[in-house]
């Protein structure tokens, strides 16, 4: 009989080696630096790693809403209070567009939910989000054993896939 450890190191490698598991957050959010990093991303990863598996789904999820950082004081609001902010808009900006109380789904238990916060100009990246255009997370890795390359919001959504599946069992 295996541990409880054990059990979950295991689903955590299907869930990372196993095409046919797809694990995703019901609503994913980001937060960037302006508002055209925004919609770049919503749509971005909507039509990607977030997409529908199936046009017969009737589900607004998987569901992603980007939104941007516009803090009006000079340096920004930091991560802490940034996000508390990130996820304010981002609940707004669902109800606007999408007609869901994401606050009372969450509550609810009814909706997963991950908000990644990558607002800021990049100084400790620097002087790699210059190349992109100050777009923080489009920094681009190239795998080594991959003839493609991953930028890093991307790499880093791929990596809380496992813990998506993790609570789905």
Request: hydrophobic content about 40%; aromatic content about 8%; charged content about 20%.
């Amino acid at each position: 009989m295996s541990t409880p450890t054990e059990q979950a190191l295991e689903a955590a490698v299907v869930a990372m080696t196993d095409p046919s598991v797809k694990a995703l957050f019901d609503v994913t959010i980001i937060c960037t630096t302006d508002d055209h990093q925004a919609e770049y991303w919503m749509e971005r990863l909507s039509q990607g790693v977030c997409r529908k598996t199936t046009s017969a789904d009737s589900s607004i999820f998987p569901l992603v809403l980007a939104v941007s950082e516009d803090w009006n004081d000079t340096g920004g609001a930091g991560n802490g209070l940034g996000t508390l902010y990130a996820w304010t808009k981002a609940t707004k900006l669902a109800k606007s567009r999408h007609g869901i109380d994401l606050d009372q789904l969450l509550q609810d238990e009814q909706v997963s939910a991950a908000l990644y916060h990558t607002a800021g100009k990049g100084t400790r990246l620097a002087p790699l989000p210059a190349s992109e255009n100050n777009n923080k997370p489009g920094v681009v890795r190239y795998a080594d054993c991959m003839c493609f390359a991953y930028c890093v919001l991307w790499m880093l959504y791929l990596q809380t896939d496992v813990v998506v599946a993790d609570c789905q069992t």
